[in-house]
């Protein structure tokens, strides 16, 4: 297994050092040039927020220029200006050559939740006269709030809470707006009573094509298609028929099609469906579509043409690697051109297509900007956390693969406490990822660091159900929340434990986030070999949770219709089904506000597990959604793992680690 003979230095990532760590994101190569734009994600220590500033980089003399708080979305064509947005939805133009920006116009959001693949984006047209972007219905200031009364009729009526945003969701619609790029008045392209959004324009800059589900009932019919606008005319046409859901169309640079991210299932849902997305090639003018990437096998992210129109280039999960892969647009053949080793979050290319601007991260470094020039030289843009990092020592997680209980092959991987020494006995924590189709990798999470500084072992584990294995692997939960998964995991802890002598196996712990918190809590209610457990946003009763979630369709995507034909089911895999086997000291971590895992969850296990005896605590942050984002506040994120590593302390570190 894994042996290391040198001790590492004792520096590690401490709890304070959370306000210290810069994300980068979302770079935009310009069409003309070196120039690029990208996003830092940054805390305030003193407001207790966390933000993006937007920043431009020069190509020629590197110097960087910070144009402020908020969103970029789009160069202009020649390269003269950027579209950004601030803060207060306030979309802006910067023109380069004058360092100044000046008003365009205002945007309204809305709350109500579309999926999570939904892009909200602007975008300028081709030849450089217009820009469209997406805006909500303008708010009714005559609208009254009844007293405090609120009446839903609605089926999506809560929204994603949180950090002061809305716990319900409005009745705005999000529509098609044109503006002329030097200023006016906008142009409602797409009225209606539907959403529409991920627009992208016809390279003759005619037609803006978008995505919209205008089902008979779209608030409970997960199904959407890609359409198409004539801005001229206004009129619209359908370009897709098909069952599933379409997302972020982009037109290839000839005019003449249109590429997607699609599934095809009878049961969709707004959150985390088991069918990998694929890329979908159909004509501009509608009709039937071909699938590009089946063979690959994996599920597809962050499609952008070749400007040849010969290839489209995306990204993809694969056995903890995420990388950049080629893709032809006239066949099936797909190859990886960037990546095999840490994981690239997002690309763009230069204006011929030669080269990529890429986010990169890897298990102990945070993501930073990266450039591949001259066919295979990669060179290190930024270096946001180079300070951060010179005086700390961050364990890399070695991976591992082992049988589970039906001969599976699963991939794990395990991180060394940070004063590791071969003879000391280390307590192990048992960390697992939510989803339940996300995939753990050669990724930066900030919880292995912290617990690693705090003296564990991390183990990280692929259950059946993650993506980046294949389709069939990632349907392992279909009708299975805590079968083969749960074992998938226990085999894991079996193998590292086996294999690795210096974990102690009478000090473990086990933690995990959203389907990870349903995870821990299913794991206490199965087994009493995990001395705690800290639950983060997990789910305990599948029953309630279907009729309390804003992902209600979750649950009939994941057991195959109705949650009220299925209630024995869905009570079966319940982890409060078994809560009276439980003893497990357990801490649960909870958002007020969360509408993704409504906190009646934490609640339904707290009372359970006090009303058992066992012992336990709930945390409840006020104000606070679901999900270790970014707009958690940093003194709540902070607050959140101090706990969780105290928890730990408490109940697992309770006997010498050295023999």
Not at 456 to 463: I, L, T
Not at 473 to 499: C, E, H, I, P, R
Request: aromatic share 10%; with cysteine; glycine share 8%.
């Amino acid at each position: 297994m894994i042996s290391k003979d040198v001790k590492a230095s004792p520096r590690g990532l401490l709890i304070d050092d959370l306000w210290r760590i810069r994300k980068v994101g979302t770079p935009l190569l310009s069409p003309v040039g070196d120039d690029l734009v990208y996003h830092v994600s940054a805390a305030d220590i003193a407001e207790n927020e966390r933000y993006d500033l937007i920043v431009l980089l020069s190509g020629e003399t590197a110097a960087k220029t910070v144009l402020g708080k908020g969103t970029v979305h789009a160069w202009s064509p020649d390269g003269s200006r950027l579209i950004y947005e601030n803060e207060h939805g306030e979309l802006h133009i910067y023109l380069i050559a004058k360092a100044t920006s000046q008003f365009l116009v205002q945007r309204y959001g809305s709350s109500y939740f579309i999926n999570h693949l939904a892009e909200n984006n602007c975008i300028w047209s081709p030849d450089g006269k217009y820009i469209a972007y997406l805006s909500a219905d303008i708010p009714d200031s005559k609208e009254e709030e009844h007293n405090g009364i609120c009446v839903f009729d609605d089926l999506l009526y809560k929204s994603k809470g949180g950090s002061g945003r809305p716990v319900y969701a409005d009745r705005a619609y999000t529509h098609i707006y044109l503006i002329a790029a030097e200023g006016g008045s906008p142009t409602l392209l797409t009225p209606g009573n539907f959403n529409e959004h991920s627009i992208t324009w016809s390279p003759d800059s005619r037609h803006i094509a978008f995505i919209s589900n205008r089902t008979a009932r779209p608030d409970d019919i997960q199904q959407s298609d890609v359409w198409k606008v004539d801005i001229a005319s206004l009129e619209i046409t359908r370009l897709t028929e098909h069952q599933g859901l379409a997302y972020q169309p982009k037109w290839s640079p000839d005019g003449a099609h249109i590429a997607f991210l699609a599934t095809s299932g009878s049961i969709g849902t707004n959150d985390s469906p088991a069918e990998d997305t694929h890329i979908a090639l159909i004509s501009s003018n509608g009709g039937s579509f071909q699938y590009l990437t089946k063979s690959l096998d994996r599920r597809i992210e962050h499609i952008r043409w070749h400007p040849s129109g010969k290839y489209i280039f995306c990204t993809a999960g694969d056995h903890g690697d995420t990388s950049i892969y080629r893709v032809s647009s006239v066949g099936e053949k797909v190859e990886m051109v960037r990546g095999g080793s840490g994981c690239i979050s997002e690309f763009c290319l230069d204006a011929i297509g030669d080269d990529f601007v890429f986010v990169k991260s890897d298990s102990n470094q945070p993501a930073e900007l990266f450039r591949s020039k001259n066919k295979g030289t990669i060179e290190q843009i930024t270096q946001e956390n180079s300070e951060l990092l010179q005086d700390k020592t961050l364990q890399k997680a070695e991976t591992f693969w082992f049988e589970s209980f039906d001969y599976t092959k699963v991939q794990g991987w395990l991180m060394l406490p940070v004063d590791f020494e071969q003879t000391h006995k280390y307590p192990l924590i048992l960390v697992i990822h939510g989803g339940p189709h996300n995939m753990f990798g050669h990724d930066f999470d900030e919880r292995m660091h912290l617990l690693s500084a705090a003296g564990y072992a991390v183990v990280y584990v692929n259950p059946r159900g993650s993506h980046g294995y294949g389709q069939a692997f990632s349907n392992g939960t279909l009708l299975n929340w805590g079968g083969g998964d749960y074992q998938d995991l226990m085999a894991g802890v079996d193998f590292v434990l086996d294999k690795t002598p210096w974990l102690d196996p009478e000090r473990l712990g086990v933690t995990g986030q959203s389907y990870g918190g349903y995870m821990t809590n299913w794991i206490v209610s199965q087994t009493s070999r995990f001395k705690a457990a800290v639950s983060d946003g997990g789910l305990s009763n599948l029953v309630s949770f279907a009729g309390t979630s804003l992902y209600h369709s979750l649950m009939e995507s994941e057991f195959g219709g109705r949650a009220y034909e299925r209630f024995d089911e869905l009570w079966k895999w319940s982890p409060l089904r078994n809560v009276a086997q439980a003893t497990t000291p357990t801490l649960i971590l909870h958002g007020e506000t969360d509408n993704e895992v409504p906190f009646s969850q934490a609640e339904e296990m707290y009372v359970a597990l006090k009303k058992r005896g066992v012992e336990t605590r709930l945390v409840q942050y006020k104000g606070e959604g679901h999900g270790w984002r970014p707009e958690l506040s940093p003194s709540n994120k902070a607050d959140l793992n101090a706990r969780m590593i105290d928890w730990f302390d408490t109940y697992v570190k309770t006997t010498s680690n050295e023999q």
